[in-house]
């Protein structure tokens, strides 16, 4: 029997606004790898997405095989929970509380349906957790976890690039070099976790890393950036300034001088020059969050908590973000003092107040963006991109 696998999202995808308004939670970067990407390398074979309507279009179902295999796309994969799904039965569920993690059905004939245990026949109750993201924070709180373990999956028995004797080197033997990636006269400290260093990167001259850390493929340390693992800049990203536990998806810029901490940025996103977020607040209280479904902050559990920025967003020279920040998808925040701690899409603006960003002039502007990297922003991105704006009109009440 050939088998079809399935990345679904469930009520989590709605959790994890803003990242996921323009993207399945499967495609979530954590670690080295895409959440999907991880999947894909284990199972050995391509997945496709059970998603919102309005994305499908571009992350699109598959069901070419005699059955599906439905997989919780906020799920990591490890070796215990792969053996459970590879012996799945027909009208079998894996489940986690109340959450169904993966399961294994003839085909979806409901794609608007988010599966249940009361789907199915019989069910599999998992003895511990799951490697599950729910929350935003989630991604760089568990970053070095997630790298750790997509170290051992990508690099497991092959050999490193060599590393060039210009640079300062601590455990070389934690640290991989893609072909292609260029690193001269840095310091690379994998004593308190892996350095990844993927094809076509390039580590600039001056650069300090202290692991764990994963530069993608084609991403670009600029000269005398200071990493703080855990902490993943994405494909084709540029970083420079200081960085601490940080992920950046990818596609997207912090090219300066300038402190970003605990935080996860989207694709396609801009920090301008000497611009800087706080992640712990002067009282050392935990850090409260804006949730999407909530309407209202809640509490991270957390004392360190930065900024968390969706898609297409942009902040200008200088700009201040007070600990625990949420920004939208195609926000543009620029101006003195310290804009508000929730920032809806679509937002014109800064602490002196904010206007409507017109869907007209958010794709002027990705259009030049996808440019510089050769790519096209075509019709599927702009449909994406106008349900997210008339979706989040309720918050921009300016």
Known sequence: MQRNYILFDDSRRLNLYPLTFTRPVAEIRIGILTIREKWEKVLGKPCSFLTADYL????????????????????????????????????????????????????????????????FTEIIRLAESPFIITNPWDIFKCNGKALEMDFELITKDRKSEPISDTNKVIRPEKIFIEKGAKVECAILSAN??????????????????????????????KMGAKIYGPTTVGPNSKVGGEVNNSVIFGNSNKAHDGFLGNSVLGEWCNIGADSNNSNLKNNYANVKLW??????????GLQFCGLIMGDHSKCGINTMFNTGTVVGVSANIFGSGFPRNFIPSFAWGGAQGFTVYSTEKAFETAKLVYERRGLTFDDVDKKILTHIFEITKEFRNF
Request: aromatic fraction near 6%; hydrophobic fraction near 40%; glycine fraction near 10%.
């Open 56 to 119: 499908r279009e571009k992350y699109a179902l598959s069901q070419n095989g005699d059955e599906s295999c439905l997989i919780n796309g906020g799920v990591i994969p490890d070796k215990e929970l792969l053996n459970l799904i590879n012996k799945l039965n027909l009208n079998q569920a894996i489940i986690w509380g109340d959450t169904v993690i993966a399961a294994l059905i003839k085909s979806v004939s409901n794609p608007d349906h988010v599966p249940t245990i009361s789907d």
């Open 291 to 300: 949730n999407f479904t909530k309407k209202g902050f809640v509490d991270t």
């Open 192 to 221: 308190n976790g892996p350095i990844y260093i993927g094809a076509d990167s390039e580590i600039m001259e001056g650069s300090i890393v202290r692991g764990s850390f994963a530069l993608c493929n084609g991403a670009t340390l």
